[in-house]
């Protein structure tokens, strides 16, 4: 068995305020008589993923009451690994310090339009720093956290009860309807343009719905008239969201940003749920490529791999780095394209835990407009949604939602394990 030795990469970063854990695991209040801006922390990489905070276990409907052992078909979940803890230090100058990531956050958001968050982002510039910019989908996905439900219903227009948000609440403002009519409006606005179209022609921009836990695209106007999202300001770590690929030449590539390995293949089939969990024992008990340590990724993990400079219709691939081997199949309307790849993430909404998280490396589909007989790309190529964990029946012909997004009980796999 190979070993390869990982370099960290320590960077010194400025904060506003810093504080560290205490007995308790929990984060100490920060001083608030700390001058912001003079304290540092080292990052052991430079894009450490945070972890997705889903602890609960799921079968393929509801939660499970006891830990599932190597044994069971629903062994190897999100909830099996632990990465990175979630910590966050409130600052006394309203903004939020990552204590994971090394960002600095805006604890509050505005709403505006594209043309409006570049003039608020110029005029922020002129305040203490001169470093804030727009975050990348990569940096606003390391605030996702998927121990919240999904919002969406037949009812948007009331209050959701008892629902918890898919971002921390208790550091960051958060609020429903923030940017629309309907409860699950609260996209936030990303810099992070698509390479292609969607919706048949227009120009798109990923966001995060943290009310309904999903990446998009979004439409930066719909009839000349610019739309409005959410927007937070970044600071800090100008490293994260960068990956820094390796060739291991054994079939595996070492990412030394985020100290994880993954299979340079992927699973050369599609599978449901608890056979994606499965496969990856039955791939252990092989010792595939020399490890018997691999997983299926968590949502952020995978969505870590994700090129957004790629695309279908821009670069004639799937949105992954060419170090990776990927699988084309033949898709609904008879396309051609790339998979959508499973995670081991429990995507929970209000009354069930039936569906998980994946995430699109070829066109997000979609249904669009309703009664389309052939699927267009409705949410873009590195856009994250959910899906049933396995065939319950439904009839999704037609899609599924408002854009008629394709719904399929089978995704492909790419594993991962943690670097020694």
């Not at 470093?131 to 959701?160: A, C, H």
């Not at 695209?217 to 300001?233: F, I, N, Q, R």
Request: with cysteine.
């Amino acid at each position: 068995m190979k070993h390869f030795v990982i370099t960290s990469v320590i960077l010194s970063l400025s904060f506003s305020s810093f504080s560290c854990s205490n007995d308790n695991g929990e984060i100490d209040s920060p001083d608030k008589d700390n001058d912001p801006g003079n304290n540092t922390i080292e990052l052991s990489s430079s894009y450490p993923i945070v972890d997705t905070r889903q602890t609960a276990f799921y079968d393929n409907n509801s939660q499970l009451t006891s830990t599932p052992g190597k044994s069971s078909q629903f062994y190897g979940q999100d909830a099996q690994f632990t990465g990175h803890t979630p910590s966050y230090t409130a600052n006394s100058d309203e903004t939020v310090t990552d204590n994971v990531s090394g960002l600095i956050w805006e604890k509050g958001y505005q709403r505006m339009t594209h043309s409006e968050a570049l003039a608020y982002l110029e005029e922020k510039n002129k305040g203490d720093y001169n470093d804030w910019r727009i975050p990348s989908i990569k940096e606003l996905y390391s605030l996702m956290q998927f121990n919240g439900t999904d919002v969406s219903s037949v009812d948007m227009e009331s209050e959701p009860v008892a629902a918890i948000p898919f971002i921390d609440d208790t550091y960051f403002d958060f609020d429903y309807f923030a940017n629309g009519s309907r409860a699950i409006d609260v996209q936030y606005y990303s810099s992070t343009k698509y390479t292609g179209l969607t919706m048949g022609g227009n120009e798109t921009v990923f966001g995060l719905n943290v009310a309904d836990g999903r990446i998009k695209g979004y439409l930066y106007s719909v009839h000349g008239a610019e739309k409005d999202y959410c927007v937070k300001l970044v600071r800090g770590n100008t490293q994260y969201g960068i990956n820094k690929f390796v060739d291991n030449n054994d079939k595996t590539i070492t990412d030394e940003a985020t100290s994880l390995m993954w299979d340079k293949e992927d699973s050369g089939a599609a599978m449901e749920w608890s056979e994606a969990l499965q496969w990856a024992q039955t791939m252990n008990a092989q010792n595939h490529r020399g490890y018997s340590d691999w997983r299926v990724p968590n949502a952020k993990e995978l969505q870590s791999i994700v090129d957004y400079t790629r695309s279908p219709q821009a670069t004639n691939s799937a949105a992954i780095d060419p170090v990776f081997d990927i699988s084309q199949i033949t898709v609904e309307g008879g396309l051609d394209d790339y998979p959508f790849f499973w995670t081991g993430t429990t995507h929970l909404n209000q009354r069930s835990a039936s569906a998980a998280v994946y995430i699109c490396f070829g066109e997000a589909l979609g249904f669009f407009p309703m009664g389309s007989t052939t699927p267009i790309d409705v949410h873009g190529a590195g856009a994250q949604r959910s899906d049933p964990k396995y065939d319950n029946g439904v009839d999704y012909s037609s899609g599924h939602g408002p854009q008629g997004d394709v719904v399929r009980f089978e995704h492909y796999v790419r594993l991962v394990r943690d670097v020694e």
